[in-house]
């Protein structure tokens, strides 16, 4: 068996700060990467679990930890590259920056043995693939960004309420339509809660 350096991999706290809604100024501390990654990891359980629970679906749950730990590491090489209607409306600049983010993550990875480097590779590639754990892991992105929105709105940031932030990206979660999620908000009573509802984002509100 083939020893290999772990300690630098147990050490990572990934302190690279993400940068939301392109570098505006948040009232929120600055949000690492790790903290966005335990935010999508919760969200990502909790939604498999009720999958479960309501007997909609049994997604693998060890695949949606896993790839929601991981699916923005590459960014640790990378950086955070914020804009997404840039992507939208440039394809070519989001397939380039793709395919960067994959390079960057077989670069923090090669120097694993194999069976490691393929597990890891393979859980922060899992949000790309139309898989039901992907699409789980892709959901809990965007509704991380939104409730991050809302939190801001809620602290009074009123350019960032101006600039609609938390209304676009609800709409990008309310524009997922598989089956499996609009029967979880069907049977669960909804997911997303409207900004007004979050309350408990407001105690910190002056």
């Known amino acids: 068996m083939t020893s290999f350096a772990i300690a630098t991999l147990l050490a990572d706290r990934r302190e690279h700060d993400l940068t939301r809604w392109h570098s505006r100024l948040m009232l ?30 049994y997604p693998n749950i060890e695949k949606v930890l896993a790839g929601a730990l991981a699916h923005d590491v590459a960014e640790c090489l990378t950086g955070d590259s914020p804009g997404g209607h840039l992507k939208t409306k440039h394809p070519t600049f989001k397939a380039a920056l793709a395919d960067i983010e994959r390079e960057a993550v077989g670069v923090i990875y090669g120097g694993l043995p194999e069976v490691m480097t393929e597990y890891m590779t393979a859980a922060a590639r899992r949000m790309e693939e139309d898989t039901l754990e992907g699409q789980i892991i892709e959901y809990a992105d965007k509704l991380d960004a939104y409730n991050f929105a809302c939190a801001e709105v809620a602290l ?3 350019m960032l309420e101006a600039g609609a932030p938390p209304q676009t990206c609800l709409a990008a979660v309310e524009r997922m339509h598989w089956p499996w999620l609009e029967t979880l908000r069907h049977m669960s009573g909804g997911l997303e809660l409207a900004p007004d509802d979050m309350q408990w984002q407001r105690a910190g509100a002056p």
């Open 28 to 57: 929120q501390p600055r949000e690492s990467l790790m903290c966005h990654e335990g935010s999508v990891t919760r969200i990502g359980l909790i939604v498999a679990l009720a999958l479960r629970y309501y007997r909609i679906d």
């Open 156 to 158: 009074g940031h009123i």
